[in-house]
């Protein structure tokens, strides 16, 4: 009865492929060719295909397959694996902001059209976006709450950044190792201490997402070292008390191209630099 089960669902994701492809090829750029010149008709289709078509496609096959898992990362608005979650901070969101300004960080801003714009132009012409925005990933049924990034060579492609979400301590306490540390969905007030769950990498350029084929930031896959890049920086200007390293929900060798021992780093925030 399993082997049915799991031959039936692949054929059901075969034919959700198969379906999405006649679809892009056979509906879509036929209706574009018919009514714009080959050029555009091509960017059309290949719009529609990648932030429209396959991210539904993808949530469709992750529901059927039922993929329910302790995750140790994000997920992408695909519903796939996204990046590790390799940082937690304590403290207050003042404390957050202070303490990545005074590293020499700047808070992302919020992705929108006039962002996205700006973005797209810097990323062309290669000209400094200290503040630009990150695509949206999701953890505890939401995007990130806040992001920080520090350029490297004053480069809008190549760049330190980390996402944050925050939980509440008291929940964390009752839940950490269970399910519904990850499926909760509430969001701490503003001034409230808390835990900032935070997703750390390293920007280093151009690339296409996994299935999907959507344009983002190619990233360096050893997310061990963009965690302790980002520990020194704080560590550094004594942002930060002692570390602590705690293994997380699932242990997980290779998520995506990432390579990660499944660490997460623990340290509580400073109330100053001093």
Known sequence: MRLLKRFLQRLVILGLGIFSVWLIVFVVFEFADRRLPWFLALAVTYGVAAYIILPRIVRMGLKILQRKRVPSYTITG???PGDPVNL???GTLQQLHTAFATAGWSEADRLGLASSWRMVRAFVFNSP?????FSTLYLFGRGQDIGFQKAIDDSPRKRHHIRFWALDTALVEATLGTAK???NTDRPPNDAHVY???AGTKDTGFSLTQL????????DSDTNAERDFILAELGNNQLIGDVS???????IEHINHYVTDGEIALANLKMTGA
């Open 78 to 80: 695909d519903g796939l």
């Open 88 to 90: 937690v901070l304590i």
């Open 129 to 133: 976006y200290p503040t630009a925005p």
């Open 181 to 183: 540390f990850w499926l």
């Open 196 to 198: 900032w769950i935070g």
């Open 212 to 219: 999907t084929f959507q344009i983002t930031h190619a990233t």
């Open 245 to 251: 390293k705690f293994q997380a929900g699932q242990h």
